[in-house]
């Protein structure tokens, strides 16, 4: 059986506005991977786009697109895991055991992490 501990934060004012920028961040990257899928294959590519091919277009997005800076300011270990929440979600989709990726939305009552 697995077991887990649930522990409560009081965080200081800063330390919670960071921790919903990388809320905010870590959804942002979850959208774009499924904005991004849904774009290649509806531009008639087949094959399936790969992990890496997702976090190169975030790095991309991040580094050479502007209006997404902010990205910088995140750390890198916050958007991979996401495109790895992605890759878990669609694989379970292609198993039947669940339904394509849908994006993620704001909630503002539920910031729990």
């Not at 990388?22 to 290649?40: H, L």
């Not at 294959?41 to 790095?59: C, F, I, M, S």
Request: glycine residues 4%.
């Amino acid at each position: 059986m697995l077991k887990g501990n649930r522990i409560r934060l009081y965080p200081t004012e800063e330390q919670a506005q960071t921790f919903f920028r990388y809320a905010g961040a870590s959804r942002f990257a979850y959208n774009e991977c499924v904005a991004y899928c849904k774009a290649q294959y509806q531009a008639g590519r087949t094959d399936l786009v790969k992990q890496p091919e997702l976090r190169q277009h975030l790095r991309d997005l991040r580094d050479n697109t502007p209006g997404y800076e902010w990205l910088a300011e995140v750390p890198v270990a916050v958007v991979n895991r996401e495109t790895k929440t992605f890759d878990k979600a669609r694989a379970k989709a292609f198993k039947k055991q669940a339904g394509f990726p849908r994006f993620h939305k704001k909630q503002p009552s539920k910031a729990s992490f």
